[in-house]
């Protein structure tokens, strides 16, 4: 039996090219560290990018066509390089891939795509040792990792009684594509969140629509102006450092009234009515017993973080969360999580690419680059 390949060696391995991966990239080279492969002598390191994805842009390549870029809740420069002038009608979706794109050729970043990251664990037991990464083009041995790989890969699809018997389609958010796909047919919308009231607004336009949440929504009808979002991070923040799950944003700040949401309550379509007791081959069973023909369902559920690879290290402590220290992992300081919980937002993401590198300098700092001799 033949020995595998050696691990390709890395300082600090990104995974994930999104807002988050690409803002950790940044300021990487920023601080001195080179492409893996390139000359390390004099650098501060090599880092490498693998991505999911088959091409730049990261969860925006998936957004729907009809989400554009005067409707879309918010973006955020990524460091470096000024957002160009966007047309208010342009799909969000390719507008923000190709600015991801651009920004990857003009910084020349190593990013290596589509590269599926399957497991990452730790090569022994000695704390400041190194981590094993297994990929789909091979196995790497990295000092440190940066984890970006944001939700969207993950929905969450909420389980109900009867769902299975349901004759209708059923599908998440992640799936959508277009309101003209459900004209005609009765469409039941599960969510309390802002992809949630986006899609009624959409879809309320071209069919009839009905809304289900759990819990009664909170709109908030002041700004959401800096001391508002300083103290949503702040509550996020309190949250992971205790090592409970991440709340959504939208549970945090509540969703923001804008002209197109007025405009849709005005018409109905965001009158929300008590969860559904039961799914039924024809509808649901409302609260108060009655049933509702139903022809679509549509979860607008939201998404878990996408750490299915991390499991090997246990990071997960009693109360279902992990614990953070900033963007550090409080019980493995070698892996940074980006993008996740505080920095679930675009803002969010580009300072914890920074603070996660600055992080990773001082633990790294004064060891030589690559695998020990």
């Given at each position: ?8 060696a ?30 390390a ?9 693998l ?36 047309d ?10 190709d ?5 990857e050729?003009e910084l ?24 094993r990464?297994v ?12 984890n970006?790989t ?5 929905p ?5 009684p ?5 004759r ?5 958010v992640a ?10 047919q ?10 949630a ?16 949440t ?26 992971v ?17 804008t ?5 849709a ?7 929300r ?17 009655e049933?509702?023909p ?22 997960r402590?009693?109360?279902?969360g992990?614990?953070m220290?900033?963007?550090r992992?409080?019980a493995?300081p ?9 920095s679930s ?17 001082r ?11």
């Open positions: 039996m033949t020995a595998g390949p050696e691990p390709r890395v300082d600090v391995l990104v995974v994930g090219a999104g807002q988050a991966g690409l803002s950790a990239a940044y300021h990487l080279r920023r601080r001195g560290f080179v492409p893996v492969g390139e000359d002598a004099g650098a501060t390191g090599t880092y490498v990018v991505d999911g994805e088959e091409g730049p842009g990261g969860a925006w390549r998936h957004r729907w066509r009809s989400l554009r870029m005067a409707t879309v809740n918010g973006i955020s420069e990524l460091p470096g390089m000024p957002t160009p002038e966007a208010p009608c342009a799909p969000s979706s390719e507008f923000i891939t600015y991801f794109a651009g920004y050729d020349d970043l190593p990013v290596l795509r589509p590269v599926r990251v399957a497991s990452v664990e730790r090569e022994d037991d000695d704390p400041r040792g190194r981590l990464v990929s789909s083009v091979g196995t790497w041995s990295a000092r440190a990792l940066v970006a944001g939700t969207w890969s993950k969450f699809w909420p389980v109900y009867g769902q299975e018997t349901f209708g389609r059923q599908l998440h799936d959508y594509v277009s309101a003209e796909e459900f004209a005609g009765h469409v039941a919308v599960v969510g309390g969140g802002i992809s009231v986006q899609l009624l607004d959409e879809i309320s336009l071209v069919t009839t629509t009905s809304w289900f759990r819990r009664e929504p909170v709109w908030r009808d002041t700004p959401f102006d800096p001391d508002a979002g300083r103290a949503a991070v702040a509550m996020v923040e309190d949250r450092a205790r090592g409970l799950p991440p709340q959504s944003v939208v549970s945090v700040t509540g969703l923001i009234w002209p197109s949401l007025r405009a309550a005005e018409r109905g379509a965001l009158d009515r008590p969860m559904f007791t039961q799914i039924l081959p024809e509808g649901v069973r409302l609260a108060d017993g049933v509702l139903v022809d679509v369902i549509l979860w607008a559920t939201g998404f878990r973080a996408a750490l299915d690879h991390l499991r090997p290290l246990h990071l402590g009693p109360g279902g992990i614990a220290e900033g963007t992992v409080a493995e070698r892996v940074h999580l980006v993008g996740y919980g505080p937002s675009t803002i969010g993401a580009n300072r914890a690419g920074r603070a996660a590198v600055n992080d990773l300098v633990l790294l700092g004064g060891q030589p680059a690559g695998l020990p001799h």
